[in-house]
Structures are given as C-alpha cells and as structure tokens.
C-alpha cells in the first residue's frame, strides 16, 4: 500500500505545476501570433509575388499582438476598475 504524501508536498506540487502551467500559456501568447501572422503573411506573398516583405510585416505584428497578450496577462489594470470610469454621473 503506498504511502499518501503530506498535505504540504501535495500542495507545493500543486502550485509547481500551476507554474509550469502559466508559462507555458505564455509562451504559446508569444509564438501564436507569430505563426499566424507569418503563416498569412508567406501565403499572400506567394500570392503576391511580393516575398520576403509580407512575410515579415506579418512577424512583426504577431510579434506586437503576442508582446500586447503577454503584458495584459502580466501587468494588473491600471486604475483599479477602469470600466467602471465611464459610468459616473
């Protein structure tokens, strides 16, 4: 019969895996776009004829979206509520 482990370990496991977890919803917020964007980009400029500049204007924006993801699950809201600003009076 194996042995059940300690509340705490069970815990502290927990919490590793919660980590492992949230970086790696991080990095897929960063490498998404990208893929896309350039998947998009490499298809109009076959399209096009117009290689390689489609191809990195679609880098540089999943690169933009993924950084624009990646601090709003970072940072906290600035100002405490702001959807609540708009409703005063």
Known sequence: MPEK????????RGRSLSEALKYA?????LIGP???FGA???WLDGRF???PWLL??????????????????????RGGG???EGRRG
Do not use: C, D, W
Not at 5 to 12: A, D, G, K, Q, V
């Open 49 to 51: 004829g117009t290689k």
């Open 5 to 12: 482990e300690p509340n705490s370990e069970r815990e502290e």
């Open 56 to 77: 990195l204007t679609g880098l540089i924006l999943g690169m933009i979206g993924g950084f624009v993801n990646f601090f709003r699950l970072v940072l906290p809201p």
């Open 82 to 84: 702001s959807a609540r």
């Open 40 to 42: 998009i980009g490499y």
């Open 25 to 29: 919803q991080i990095s897929g917020m």
């Open 34 to 36: 990208m893929l896309a």
